[in-house]
């Protein structure tokens, strides 16, 4: 609140000067030689690009627009290698020295997190992305940072963690998908590596409760050593850390699976499949390639993996797609995938390089159950005299005479149905006759409160109509089982007050019915 404009004129026609990549290399350089290794943030408010020094993405020039996804696609993006080699030197440096780097970029256009993201990702420090710095979104979402622990007044931020892995000699770490870097250590490591590889060792400049990493294994050959049906594979996960108040801490997982051989035993590998987890790690390992690899197939990718998941552990008469069926714990997989497909953490239509890589680098960060708000988002339906209810997320869900309440992790959205937000704009809801009305007005708006208490950063709340320009948010986001190109679905008409959504997608049906009909043909 303290902070004003500055005064320092601009002319006509050109962007102020900032030297943000400048101020970086000082601020870790000050705490490299005051505070190495003693656990530290440096944070960055970013109020517009880095447009002169080291690390500028733009000029001065407002007739030059910032870099967009085509523009990197065809290698038009001039300062977009330089700026990221530069910011990356400084994240390893920021690393090595325990420094979390905080960037917090609030504009109306792009501030150069592209480039800058190797600052966060590398150091597990907090990215946030808004509109202003005047929003109370903000200043929430800042508040949260400096969040203490119940009943205690040490903050949940600790510093300097590291998480080590030990396996028995079948099992080889392929690596690691997170906010960390390698502490190269030396240990049973596959050749085919995941993200951070070569190590079974990673360090973290800081860590909260919410922070995880996707660590992924690979069994070794089995031709020299066979595993016995009375061996367990066992793993143990060592994780070090400074607490707020000067503490050491240390904290051991140990965990452990029966091997068993899949073609003799798919039960037991069908038992213990966890489709939420599963999906959350595929995610994590799509958008690395979509991220770092710059992997233009990644979606095929993805598909073919999908397909021989389902040509593996279906249950099916070979070329008949009508007797395909995967069993429960599998059954809402291919579902997960299908959003992840159309969600911004692979889609980039309508999303700049910095929206982009925000989206992406909480996906890489957050535990299983925002990960999966993210991929799929949940939604729920309000209705006179009825309790909430979940619903599908499909467009057959949107109705006249209901409240929506959904949660995507970034948005919280309550949509009006056009005969709810008729009744409310006349005030019937103010009647004493009507208070199952203003009842069923209140409820989500309390259960979204709810929501965004525990949420960080604090999602934008949205609260909209049918038909406005608000509720794209949730058209967006929806199965579109009725477009304008369908007469019903899922036996429904346009003439029971279903909402078509006007977009070229297939729907999850159609998806569906292809994945069966692949799944059930030649193995690939």
């Known amino acids: 609140d303290q902070f004003v404009p500055d005064p320092w004129p601009i002319p006509e026609g050109k962007r102020p000067l900032r030297c ?12 490299e030689a005051a505070y ?19 690390g500028n993405v733009v000029n001065d020039e407002l007739r030059e627009p910032i870099r967009s996804h085509d523009d990197l696609w065809k290698d038009k993006a001039k300062y977009t290698r330089k700026a990221t080699k530069f910011y990356e030197n400084l994240s390893k440096r920021a690393a090595s020295a325990g420094v979390a780097v905080d960037v917090f970029a609030c504009f109306q256009d792009q501030t150069g997190l592209f480039e800058m993201k190797s600052l966060s990702n590398s150091t597990a420090g907090h990215l946030v992305m808004g509109d202003s710095f005047n929003t109370s979104l903000f ?6 940072v400096f969040g203490t622990k119940e009943g205690s007044p040490l903050l949940k931020m600790s510093f300097n963690a590291s998480v080590e892995v030990k396996s028995v000699r079948e099992l080889k ?16 490591v596959s050749d085919n590596e995941i993200g951070i590889g070569g190590t079974t060792c990673w360090n973290l400049c800081t860590i909260d409760p919410s922070t995880t990493l996707g660590i992924f294994f690979e069994v070794a050959s089995q031709q020299a050593n066979q595993p016995t049906a009375n061996r367990m594979g066992v793993v143990q996960f060592i994780t070090r850390y400074t607490s707020a108040d000067g503490m050491s801490h240390i904290r051991v997982t140990t965990t452990g699976r029966n091997f068993v051989d899949p ?5 037991f590998i069908k038992g213990g499949f966890d489709q939420e987890a599963s999906a959350v790690l595929m995610a994590r390992v799509a958008v690395h390639k979509a991220e770092v690899d710059e992997n233009p197939d990644v979606l095929k990718w993805l598909d073919k993996m999908l397909i021989r998941l389902c040509q593996k552990y279906g249950n099916y008469v070979a070329s008949d797609p009508a007797s395909f069926v995967l069993a429960d714990n599998f059954s809402l997989y291919p579902q997960f995938m299908f959003h992840l497909r159309r969600s911004p953490f ?24 925002n990960s999966i708000i993210m991929i799929q988002p949940i939604l729920y339906s309000y209705s006179l005299g009825n309790p909430p209810r979940p619903v599908l997320l499909d467009a057959t869900s949107i109705e006249k005479d209901k409240i929506l309440l959904m949660d995507t992790f970034f948005h919280v959205v309550i949509y009006h149905g056009d005969t709810i937000g008729t009744w409310r704009d006349k005030g019937y809801q103010n009647q004493p006759e009507y208070e199952s009305l203003k009842n069923m007005l209140e409820a989500p708006s309390a259960d979204a409160k709810e929501i965004m208490v525990g949420r960080f950063p604090m999602p934008r709340y949205i609260v909209c109509d049918e038909g406005g320009s608000q509720a794209r948010f949730l058209l967006f986001k929806v199965n579109p089982s009725l477009t304008h190109n369908t007469t019903f679905g899922w036996g429904q008409t346009q003439s029971e007050g279903s909402t078509f959504i006007l977009t070229d997608d297939v729907s999850l049906q159609v998806f569906m019915e292809h994945l069966k009909k692949l799944s059930t043909a030649n193995q690939i």
């Open 173 to 188: 770490v392929m690596g690691a998908i997170g906010p960390c870097v390698s502490a190269n250590k030396k240990g049973p």
């Open 20 to 31: 943000s990549g400048a101020a970086f290399s000082v601020g870790i350089s000050l705490l």
């Open 263 to 267: 073609k003799e035993h798919p039960e």
């Open 139 to 144: 200043r929430q979402t800042y508040q949260k």
């Open 346 to 369: 692979l889609q980039v239509f309508n999303n700049s390089p910095d929206e982009s890589t925000y989206y992406r680098n909480k996906l890489l960060r957050e535990h299983t159950q």
């Open 36 to 54: 190495s290794g003693m656990g530290c943030r440096l944070m960055m408010f970013q109020a517009g690009p880095c447009s002169v020094g080291p």
